[in-house]
């Protein structure tokens, strides 16, 4: 079971997915139960927490404990939210979920102004370097050594096959 780590990652995803909220608060019970019936993995509680810990580590999800006072002024410990971080929704994206894509840009424009001010530089169209290329371009397409690499040097009336 090498890649359980990357299906109880997903399995967090689906939930923050489904739900439309930026965290999941599905306790570690419905976690593994979740990764039991989508992947077929069984896991125990350890193991899970071994994953958590992990991911973690590298930096994909991040942890927020949440507590509430009783009426009787004592302490109740509620589940966890673990939220998907820039980087997890980075990793996301690379394999292959497409609305994580989404998220990263609002928590790199949100968290990181500086990284998202290089992004769109780099996203810009220089139009007067798009109109010269293209002037260039029409130029190009007339020389000789153009023509003759894609096969247009010779008889301009080609020969139509019949089918």
Known sequence: MKHTKT??????AGVIRKYKKKYCLASQEKLIELVGSFYGVRIKRRQLNYHLADLRKMGYIKTIRRVRRRSDGTLCLQTSATCI????????????????????????????????????EANDIDME??????????EVMKTPEFKKAFGLDGDDRRYVPNF
Request: proline share 4%.
């Open 7 to 12: 299906n109880v990652f997903t399995t967090i």
């Open 129 to 138: 370097e798009l109109m010269r290329r293209r002037a260039m371009a029409k």
């Open 85 to 120: 971080t820039p980087a997890g929704y980075y990793a996301l994206w690379k394999m292959g979920c497409e609305w994580a894509k989404k998220m990263y840009d609002k928590l790199v424009k949100k968290y990181c102004p500086k990284i998202a001010a290089a992004i769109a």
